[in-house]
Every structure is written in structure tokens, then in C-alpha cells.
């Protein structure tokens, strides 16, 4: 098997197998083919990887925030080094084309190992006077913290919260969806040659059950979790009965708003971007979005005109631009929106079949003319399905665009100015775009509002989520005491 790693789990320091856990294939989704069979997290597992952050935990947060910061910085290099052999294992644990994974997948991680890792050495409490008397905060650290993560971004995801995390004195017991788990034992092995102790980051294998037992375990100190709604609701109130921390970035349904006034060229390459980058598989994606009156039969003619141009393929082909769904099982949910949308009388543009062959290939789809009450324009697909929804007037689609439980992300594209920036401070969710979509820079926080989550990920508010604060009092006069 093809991506073997060298054992299922690595945990304080070193892989570790225990074939009494149950096993699963991975597979590669653009040919179906099995690359590695891992083992679940047995009890025993799951005990001493919390064991082992437990004691790497201390030693760690007793370093300066410099030699933390020396420590993910070197592993920002190493990940950037071997950014090819990432790239490429990337593409057979999630089917991404290359072309993507070689720029937005462990580039990515290096990035916000990098900028935390600048970050540790300059993180401080702040120094409060009373007249004589005076307060001084200590930031400290959390604890042991727990991240869990989706599918789509695999490296990405094991390093947007370890390092944050790491950065501010923390360990990690990372559990990686079970559909994609293999490039998170690279990041642990790097951060482990980088220099971290043992035990400070560890990775294992599982489904729900396995990422239960760890947000449940008395040890853990906090929990972050990217996946869907509804096991973030789980997962949140499993969280709260220990009373941890929580970072919830969840699904969406995001807007996109194009006014008659958009440049065209942008708004269909914003809206190719927000839709079917990784084959449309990521969550602040712009699956609804509302079009005025004016431009709607030319952007729909221009988006169908570029659409037709994808390289649909093998991902590990460079020219590729278009891969597989995930999983067969995704692949056919999916269609099943797409089934839904042309039940419910949207016109289908663009798209809309399943590939045939061994892979999870279907086309990049576009409808036209769908209403606020449909399927499709209510739930997150998290594929490669896009519906345009017609607006007249600036208020009317605000409105609408707002009409959801989900608060993610929201993009206008206008050449008015003023407009832009109106209507975005209206628009209801956490990360917004003017006159582009889904750039995540780890400069800039990210995470959504109503029930796409709690938190954020990257820049200095990430630093919130890994920290608390201690204030200390401290007295330079006689007590007074009433009796
Ligand atoms: P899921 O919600 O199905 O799973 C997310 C993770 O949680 C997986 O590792 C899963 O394990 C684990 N899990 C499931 N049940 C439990 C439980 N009871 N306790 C603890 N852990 C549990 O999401 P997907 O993997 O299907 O990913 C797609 C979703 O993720 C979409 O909704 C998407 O919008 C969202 N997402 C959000 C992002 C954001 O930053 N806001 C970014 C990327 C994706 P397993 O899969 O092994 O069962």
C-alpha cells in the first residue's frame, strides 16, 4: 500500500500501533484505490497520548516564549523543505489536485507555524497601577488541549491549531477525521524533529467515538473542533459538561452578493474560487449567490464559459484544477442535492452528472434561478454546487443573504465603494470579502458567527482561544479590616 505510514497513532514522541483497535482502509479518492489500513484508538491509545501531553505540557510552558517559538519555526521550515512529499501525500489522503495542495495545503501550515511561532516570544500580561497599590496579569496557558478535525484540509488544519496552541504553552492530542488521517503524523513526526518534547503533540486514529473520549477526559483543558454543525453541537455540550474552552469552526452556507456594477471577470473568478476550489469542499465557500437583474445572463454565460475550461482529473497531474469528492459516500450525497435542485425546478446551467470510473468524480455544477425555500439554497452540500439567486435591490438581498442559521462568510463584489463597505457591515458573518473570496491569510482571524461557530483561528485573536488570565493583586499598604 502505497501510503503506508509506519504505525497508526504517534504519541508521546513515536509511532505506536495496537491492532486490538479496529481497523480502516484509507483510500485514494481518484481511483478508489486502498494506500493504508490504520487501527482505531484503543482506550490504552487514547490514555497515553493525554498521559504523555500531560507531562510534555509542563516542561513546555516552563520554556521562554522564544525557545517555544524557536521550535515552530524550524518546523515552518521543514514543512516549506519538504513541501512536495506533503503536497503529494496530501493529494492521495484527500484526492486535491497537486496544482492546489502544493500551495494551500502544508504552505499553509508552515505559515501559521511561522507566525506563532513569532508570536510566543512576545506574549506578556500587562501591568495594571492602583495608586500605591498594583495589578500584574500573568498569561498562562491552558493545559491540555484537544483538536479534531474535518476532512478537506488535513495539514492545514493539525497546524492552524497547533500552533496557536503550542505558541502559548500548550500540548495537543489531535484526532484527524478518520477519511484523511494520514498527513497529521507528518506534522507530528516534523514538530518532533523541530524539537518539540515528546509528548507534546500527538496524534490518533478514530471516528466520533475516539474524539469523545478525548473532549470528555478529565485532563483536557480545551477543545477545538473544525467540522460540521451538528457534531458541533455534540461536541460543544460535551465540552461544557467539564466546563472547557471551545473553538467551533462549523459549516456555512455562505452569500456572495454581485451588483449590476461588479466587474465581471472578477466576480465569475471569485465566485469559481468560493465554489469549486478542492472540488468545492470548503466551508466559508459563497454557494449562494445573489445576482442583480442586470449582469445575471452575463456572468451566468461567462461562469459557464470558464467552467469549461477545468481540467478535470488526475489530481496528481499538475494541470489538473478539478478532483474528486472525497469519498464515494460524499460523492453520492451530494449528487443527491443535485437531484433535489432539478426536483425542485432550478435550471441546471452547468454540470450536474457524476463522472463514471473508479474515482469519486462528478462535474463542477452551477443552477440558475433558485428561490430562498429550496434545498440547495438552504443546506450546506459541501461539494461542488453552486445556485444563483436573482436580487433587484440592495436591501432585499441583504436581507435574504442574512435568512440563514449559518454566519460563516459573506463577499460583495461592487465597484461603489460606499456600497461595499454598507452592505458587508450588514452582511452577518465572521469572515468577509470585498471584490474577492476565500483568501484565509493566518494574518487575518477566521471563524463564523450564529451557528457556524465559536471562536477564532489564526492572527492574535486565535491567541485568546489558548490563554487565560491570572491577575494578581498585590498590596503595598497595611490591611484594613473592618473588625
Ligand atoms: P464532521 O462533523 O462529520 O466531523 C468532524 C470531526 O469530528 C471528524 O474528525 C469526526 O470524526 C469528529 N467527530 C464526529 N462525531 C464526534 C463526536 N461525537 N465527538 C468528537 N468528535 C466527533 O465533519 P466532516 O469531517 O464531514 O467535515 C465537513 C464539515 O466540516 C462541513 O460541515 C464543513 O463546513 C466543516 N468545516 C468547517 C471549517 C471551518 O473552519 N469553519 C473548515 C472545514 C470544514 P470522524 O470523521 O472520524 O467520524
Known sequence: MRAQPHASHYVDGAYVEDAAGEAFDVIYPATGEVIARLHQATPAVIDKALAAAQRAQRDWAAMTGTQRGRVLRRAADMLRDRNRALSELETLDTGKPLQETLVADATSGADALEYFGGLAGALTGEHIQL??????TIREPLGVCVGIGAWNYP??????????????GNAMVFKPSETTPLSALKVAEILTEAGAPAGLFNVVQG????????????????????????????????????????????????????FDDADLEDAVGGVILGNFYSSGQVCSNGTRVFVQKGI???????LAERLGTAVI?????????????????QRDIVMGFVEKGLAEGARLITGGKRIEGDGFFMQPTVFADVTDQMTIARDEIFGPVLSVLDFEDEEDAIARANNTEFGLSAGVFTNDLRRAHRVIARLQAGSCFINTYNLAPVEAPFGGTKQSGVGRENSKAAIEHYSQFKSVYVGMDPVDAPY
Open 131 to 136: 495608586g500605591a497599590d498594583w495589578v500584574y
Open 155 to 168: 495539514t492545514q488544519i493539525a497546524c492552524w491549531k497547533a500552533a496557536p496552541a503550542l505558541a502559548c
Open 296 to 302: 445575471k445572463e452575463r456572468f451566468l454565460a461567462r
Open 313 to 329: 482529473g488526475d489530481p496528481m497531474d499538475e494541470a489538473t484544477n478539478f478532483g474528486p469528492q472525497v469519498s464515494a459516500r
Open 207 to 258: 471516528m466520533g467515538a475516539v474524539g469523545e473520549a478525548l473532549v470528555t477526559d478529565a485532563r483536557v483543558a480545551k477543545v477545538s473542533l473544525t467540522g460540521s454543525v451538528p457534531t458541533g453541537r455534540r461536541v460543544y455540550a460535551a465540552a461544557a459538561a467539564g466546563m472547557r474552552h471551545v473553538t467551533m469552526e462549523l459549516g456555512g452556507k455562505s452569500p456572495i452578493l454581485i
